[in-house]
């Protein structure tokens, strides 16, 4: 998926604000790895990508930051309803249980409103709290911004200074098992 344009709201840093944000381990390579609920490549690479980062994860050999960018109408709302599912368990494997709900919802468009993610989450037995994402938005458009993204799936993976920017469902699964 080509971006478009993303929404840039509110002021301040998640982590200033002590806010949940999607960011995982303290591995010497930082990985920025750039989705969109809505688009299919970056769904369909989900199931070779997800346990290359447990892996990665548990050899402490990555820091992962997950980036929603808003590339479609409805995308925003569901990264704000992710945020809310964060701030009450912020953890890896919450995370993906919570990011694999919203890609199938999002696959099959029947969830597109506040009130229809909050009761999935509630069916499916995650916790939800709303709050003002803003400021974590803000960080995923400094990141967006940072790296020059243009289109999702992308990765960017940093290493001692180095930035290698990497798009393609198959490039960033390629690049993510030479960290292995």
């Known amino acids: 998926m080509i971006l478009t344009g993303w929404i840039v709201v509110g ?5 200033e604000l002590n806010m949940p944000f999607p ?3 303290t591995g010497p390579v ?5 989705t969109d ?5 970056c769904r369909a690479m989900e199931p070779v990508v997800e346990p290359l980062l447990r892996d990665l994860l548990k050899k402490n050999a990555i820091h992962l930051i997950l980036v929603d960018v ?3 109408k409805f995308s925003s709302l ?6 809310s599912a964060l701030r009450e368990k912020n953890d890896f494997e919450h995370a993906l249980r919570v ?11 029947n969830v597109l409103t506040q009130e229809g993610i909050e009761a999935l989450f509630k069916e499916k037995g995650i916790s939800y709290s709303s709050w003002d994402a803003k400021p974590a938005f803000d960080r995923y458009n400094a990141l967006i911004k940072e790296d020059k993204i243009t289109g999702t799936p992308n990765c960017v993976m940093i290493l001692d200074g180095e930035r290698k920017k990497i798009f ?7 690049h993510l098992k030479r960290l292995q």
């Open 11 to 15: 002021s301040g840093s998640a982590q």
């Open 23 to 25: 960011s995982y381990g």
């Open 30 to 34: 930082e990985v920025r790895l750039y």
């Open 37 to 41: 609920y809505f688009c299919s490549p």
């Open 70 to 72: 808003s590339t479609y």
């Open 78 to 83: 569901y990264a704000g309803c992710f945020l």
């Open 99 to 109: 990011r694999n709900l919203l890609s199938e919802a999002a696959a099959g468009m």
């Open 168 to 174: 393609g469902a198959s490039g960033i699964i390629l």
